[in-house]
């Protein structure tokens, strides 16, 4: 059974950095990425990575701030957060998928994690 496991969640401070890992068991498919989702509002991708070769996809609100990375060794995936703003204020999710970047990009998970809440305090 495939299983991803979020982790690294928390409250920080306006322009600080926190980094977000996701575990999976393995199986999960060639593509894993995260989402965020806000109270009341719709689920929204964040960033995405290709396990092989290591190609990623941002959403335009997180580039340049924002950096996934993953370890194919340890079977993790992890979500760099730097200049955080309160409009971070949310739950991530990890997602996995059989198909791409661009497919997970447009909402196409075959498997989410539970979520970590991170709050940025102002």
């Known amino acids: 059974q495939v299983q991803l496991v979020e982790s690294g969640g928390g409250l920080v401070q306006t322009g600080t950095s926190l980094r977000l890992s996701c575990a999976t068991s393995?199986?999960?498919?060639?593509?894993m990425g995260w989402f965020r989702q806000a109270p009341g509002k719709e689920r929204e991708f964040v960033a995405a990575?290709?396990?092989?070769?290591?190609?990623?996809l941002y959403a335009d609100s997180v580039k340049g701030r924002f950096t996934v990375s993953r370890d194919i060794a340890k079977g993790t995936v992890y979500l760099q957060m730097n200049s955080l703003k309160p409009d971070d204020t949310v739950v991530y999710y990890c997602?996995?998928?059989?198909?791409?970047?661009?497919?997970?990009?447009?909402?196409?998970?075959?498997?989410w994690g539970k979520g970590t809440l991170v709050t940025v305090s102002s």
């Open positions: 990575i290709a396990w092989i070769g290591g190609g990623t």
């Open positions: 997602a996995a998928t059989f198909r791409g970047v661009a497919s997970l990009s447009n909402g196409y998970a075959d498997y």
């Open positions: 393995g199986g999960a498919g060639p593509t």
